[in-house]
């Protein structure tokens, strides 16, 4: 079935203060059969997205203040973010069968 096309059967909400280092976008336990992340970027900074913790910063996809993104992303997958400076809080919602 194609990321599109998917129903959500559980939904799990995570709030996050992320900082300057890579920090794992997901709740303290990975959503069991997830495909897809939401990102809600609550601060008016720039968050910056990536499934690599050891990306360059200029590298990464870059989300602005108040956006959001849904990003497909099974458990096995990680998305991470990080602040370019400060702290900045974040809505993660995973979704999953």
């Given at each position: 079935?194609?990321?599109?096309?998917?129903?959500?059967?559980?939904?799990?909400?995570?709030?996050?203060?992320?900082?300057?280092?890579?920090?794992?976008?997901?709740?303290?336990?990975?959503l069991?059969?997830?495909?897809?992340?939401?990102?809600?970027?609550r601060?008016?900074?720039?968050?910056?997205?990536s499934?690599?913790?050891?990306?360059?910063?200029?590298?990464?996809?870059?989300l602005?203040?108040a956006?959001?993104?849904?990003e497909?992303?099974e458990?096995?997958?990680?998305?991470?973010?990080?602040?370019?400076s400060?702290?900045?809080r974040?809505?993660?919602?995973?979704?999953?069968?």
């Open positions: 079935m194609a990321f599109g096309q998917q129903k959500a059967q559980r939904v799990q909400e995570t709030s996050l203060n992320i900082g300057t280092e890579w920090t794992a976008l997901q709740g303290t336990t990975v069991p059969r997830r495909f897809a992340v939401e990102v809600y970027n601060s008016n900074r720039k968050l910056f997205l499934y690599s913790n050891t990306q360059n910063i200029r590298a990464a996809k870059a602005g203040g956006e959001g993104k849904v497909p992303a458990s096995a997958l990680t998305l991470y973010g990080r602040a370019a400060s702290t900045i974040v809505m993660v919602t995973e979704y999953g069968h």
